[in-house]
């Protein structure tokens, strides 16, 4: 009985071992407020989108990605610590007359994406971002914009996270912004960028909506799986 017992206890430890080792090996993401976001790959690799807002910018930065200039995307001084080869990856670099290019990074392919709206946002000085990690999680931010013609295009891309802003002045609001989610239909449709000013607004959050509709809080990290 003892030896069975015995047995039974190292299973259940192996068990939770290997759930614990299963959880440290997905990638995961913070949403730190505002549109700003930070990837933690499963290589370990740190990527920062849109630095500006919250906490969190301990982290060595191994790419850091500005979808526009606008001061609230580009606090890049905030990531004080960053790899030897850490590379920042600037919309002017990702948008060159008119191309929007694809950045092969090993542990990441960052494309940009169309993003803008008029009179806030030039869409030939703005992107978003679709970012594939290695274990095969993509994830879709929007940056600062409305409904583009891409979107549509983008629900063949298979997207597991997308991040649609929808503060209503400088960009879309809440029902532009759910009817982008329809379109790009991913897996989990997640409203960031609620209103000028705050980190996050719960109750426009919770008036977004879209496939998969995740409601993520500023400081709030998750597993991307």
């Known amino acids: 009985m003892k030896k069975l017992l ?17 959880e440290e090996a997905m990638s995961k993401l913070l949403y730190q407020g505002h549109g700003s976001l930070r990837i933690v790959t499963t290589e370990g690799k740190v990527i920062y989108i849109d630095p500006y807002a919250g906490e969190g ?10 979808s526009h200039g606008h001061a609230d995307h ?3 001084d905030l990531i004080k610590n960053r790899a030897d080869d850490c590379r920042i990856i600037q919309y002017t670099e990702a948008l060159v007359k008119g191309e929007y290019r694809t950045f092969d990074l090993g542990y990441a392919t960052v ?19 679709l970012i594939m990690l290695s274990d095969g999680i ?3 931010a929007t940056g600062d914009t409305s409904t583009t013609d891409q979107m549509a295009e983008l629900a ?8 649609f802003c929808c503060d209503g002045k400088y960009n879309m609001d809440i029902a532009e912004a759910s009817a982008c989610a329809a ?3 991913a897996r989990h449709s997640i409203p ?13 959050a919770e008036q977004f909506s879209g496939p998969g509709r995740m409601i993520v809080a500023a400081g709030e990290e998750i597993a991307l799986d």
């Open 183 to 185: 379109l790009v239909n």
């Open 111 to 129: 494309e940009a994406v169309q993003a803008g709206n008029n009179p806030n946002h030039d869409i030939n000085v703005c992107v978003g971002w």
């Open 6 to 22: 015995a047995s039974v206890i190292c299973l259940m430890l192996l068990c939770t071992t290997m759930i614990a080792e299963g």
């Open 57 to 66: 910018y301990d982290l060595p930065a191994d790419l850091i990605l500005i």
């Open 156 to 163: 063949k891309r298979n997207i597991d996270y997308a991040f």
């Open 74 to 76: 580009t606090a890049v």
């Open 192 to 204: 960031y960028h609620m209103a000028p000013g705050k980190l996050f607004d719960v109750e426009r």
């Open 138 to 140: 993509t994830v879709y």
